[in-house]
């Protein structure tokens, strides 16, 4: 179970920072990450890292997004800066797990937190 928390309405310039946490013993996690899901788009990749630390970011978050990990607690961080009001959106926390005998990784996501960017 994913619980994800942060989020709110920021004027545009301003930061924010959203936190999730993964509940109960995982094993095979491939990435942690966060989502994103505008009105009338789809849902696309801000940021993740790998179960070796190794951070993806979306070009749009390049610079101004910074994710962390904690191994021990299983929770991502996801620090947001500069926000613009194209950054409004629903944000989905995700967890990508490697499960045996399974192609690829299977998803997992939590519930989403709206972020307003006000112009």
């Known amino acids: 179970q994913l619980q994800a928390s942060g989020g709110g309405l920021v004027q545009a310039g301003g930061s924010l920072r959203l936190s999730c946490a993964a509940s109960?013993?995982?094993?095979?996690?491939?990435?942690m990450g966060w989502f994103r899901q505008a009105p009338g788009k789809q849902r696309e990749l801000v940021a993740r890292?790998?179960?070796?630390?190794?951070?993806t970011y979306a070009d749009s978050a390049q610079g101004r997004f910074n994710i962390s990990r904690d191994l021990d607690k299983n929770t991502v961080t996801l620090e947001m800066n500069s926000l613009q009001h194209e950054d409004t959106a629903v944000y989905y926390c995700?967890?990508?797990?490697?499960?045996?005998?399974?192609?690829?990784?299977?998803?997992?996501w939590g519930q989403g937190t709206q972020v307003t960017v006000s112009s």
């Open positions: 995700n967890l990508a797990v490697d499960e045996p005998g399974r192609p690829g990784s299977v998803n997992y």
């Open positions: 890292v790998t179960s070796y630390g190794s951070p």
């Open positions: 109960g013993r995982i094993f095979g996690i491939n990435s």
